[in-house]
């Protein structure tokens, strides 16, 4: 068992499924010759050829709409979109088409299209390419969210993505991309979307992240008595987990890069509100971006939730 980045791990997932079923392929702006712009789909052209390696015009609606296509006739297409700013032009197609294929055709067709695309700050990078607006589609009924938190779980989502009937959006954390390596089995493994998984046991409070932001909140929990959890699906997400945790430590911190207002931590929060308030000790707290647009990288690292910040509002919520 070799220990890889993110990329790797991406990597070996679309090599290994595109060898086992050939209606699986891969497309997007420059996924061919050039390997994907951070070289994900590297390798994909020479092994498997232009027609399931397919190099798109530089069209995120035209990628989206072809790909749903090809989903509702039987294939099983890869689509990746450059940076998760330049999806908002393919909003149409996703949310009118893709997500409602399953349920407009009365289950004669399913959409079983995976929508791969960095998110979020961290590589010094313009507005649009360091978006984290995941709420968007975590909010959309027939979509599902997957947001990897390290190479293990990147591999694992993605070859459940790819083999779920329904539309996925796969978010891939940016910063991640190379910052760690973890031992990644050679052989396929799944990890099913909808479930969260333990990153710590803890007793005294609850800590729910995903993406980059369960490295920060693993740091920030040294010292305390802290249950970590790394949500991994957002649409599903892991209610009973989390329900779970709380009902057991009595307090809860949730961590997101997105800015504060209508973030999917408000959805985790409001749910711990009505189904847990018998249990808390304190308010749920939430540690997020600001309201703004995402500022120029000399202001970046002040704009995401740092180490300092998220320890500052577990003790907040420790004082309760």
Same mark, same amino acid.
């Given at each position: 068992?070799?220990?890889?980045?993110?990329?790797?791990?991406l990597?070996?997932?679309?090599?290994?499924?595109?060898?086992?079923?050939?209606?699986?392929?891969?497309?997007g702006?420059d996924?061919?010759?050039?390997?994907?712009?951070?070289?994900?789909?590297?390798?994909?052209?020479?092994?498997?050829?232009?027609?399931?390696?397919i190099?798109?015009?530089?069209?995120?609606?035209?990628? $989206?709409?072809?790909? /749903?296509?090809?989903?509702a006739?039987?294939?099983?297409?890869?689509?990746?979109?450059?940076?998760?700013?330049?999806?908002?032009?393919?909003?149409?197609?996703?949310?009118?088409?893709?997500s409602?294929?399953?349920?407009?055709?009365?289950?004669?067709?399913?959409?079983?299209?995976?929508?791969?695309?960095?998110y979020?700050a961290?590589i010094?990078?313009?507005?649009?390419?360091?978006?984290s607006?995941?709420?968007?589609?975590?909010?959309?009924?027939?979509?599902?969210v997957?947001?990897?938190?390290?190479? =293990?779980?990147?591999?694992?989502?993605?070859?459940?993505?790819?083999?779920d009937?329904?539309p996925?959006i796969?978010?891939?954390p940016?910063?991640? =991309?190379?910052?760690?390596?973890e031992?990644?089995?050679?052989?396929?493994?799944?990890?099913?979307l909808?479930?969260?998984?333990?990153?710590r046991e803890?007793?005294?409070?609850?800590?729910?992240?995903?993406g980059?932001m369960?490295?920060?909140t693993?740091?920030?929990?040294?010292?305390f008595?802290?249950? #970590? /959890?790394?949500?991994?699906?957002?649409?599903?997400?892991d209610?009973?987990?989390v329900?779970?945790?709380?009902?057991?430590?009595?307090?809860?911190?949730?961590?997101?890069?997105a800015p504060?207002t209508?973030?999917?931590a408000?959805? /985790?929060?409001?749910?711990?509100?009505?189904?847990?308030?018998?249990y808390?000790?304190g308010? #749920?707290?939430?540690?997020?971006?600001?309201?703004?647009?995402?500022?120029?990288?000399?202001l970046?690292?002040?704009?995401m939730?740092?180490i300092?910040? /998220?320890?500052?509002? $577990?003790?907040?919520?420790?004082?309760?």
């Amino acid at each position: 068992m070799a220990a890889v980045n993110m990329v790797k791990a991406l990597n070996m997932a679309l090599h290994q499924e595109m060898e086992k079923d050939p209606s699986v392929v891969v497309m997007g702006e420059d996924v061919g010759v050039d390997g994907g712009v951070f070289r994900v789909t590297e390798g994909l052209l020479e092994k498997f050829g232009a027609e399931r390696t397919i190099d798109t015009p530089l069209s995120e609606t035209g990628i $989206i709409g072809a790909a /749903i296509g090809m989903a509702a006739y039987g294939l099983l297409p890869v689509a990746e979109i450059q940076f998760m700013g330049f999806i908002y032009g393919a909003f149409d197609q996703i949310a009118n088409h893709a997500s409602r294929l399953r349920s407009r055709s009365r289950g004669r067709f399913t959409c079983p299209l995976v929508i791969r695309t960095p998110y979020g700050a961290g590589i010094k990078a313009l507005e649009i390419h360091s978006e984290s607006t995941e709420a968007f589609f975590a909010h959309i009924p027939g979509l599902k969210v997957a947001v990897p938190s390290g190479p =293990y779980t990147a591999k694992g989502l993605l070859r459940s993505a790819i083999h779920d009937p329904d539309p996925v959006i796969f978010l891939e954390p940016t910063r991640l =991309y190379r910052m760690i390596r973890e031992e990644v089995p050679e052989e396929q493994y799944a990890i099913p979307l909808g479930r969260a998984r333990k990153a710590r046991e803890g007793k005294a409070i609850t800590l729910v992240a995903w993406g980059s932001m369960l490295q920060r909140t693993m740091k920030a929990a040294d010292g305390f008595d802290a249950d #970590v /959890i790394d949500l991994m699906s957002l649409s599903p997400w892991d209610a009973e987990m989390v329900l779970g945790s709380v009902r057991k430590t009595g307090r809860a911190v949730i961590v997101q890069e997105a800015p504060k207002t209508c973030g999917f931590a408000s959805e /985790i929060a409001a749910t711990i509100a009505e189904d847990a308030i018998a249990y808390l000790r304190g308010p #749920v707290l939430r540690v997020a971006a600001y309201d703004v647009v995402l500022p120029f990288s000399k202001l970046e690292d002040y704009y995401m939730p740092g180490i300092e910040r /998220i320890k500052n509002k $577990i003790e907040e919520a420790m004082r309760y």
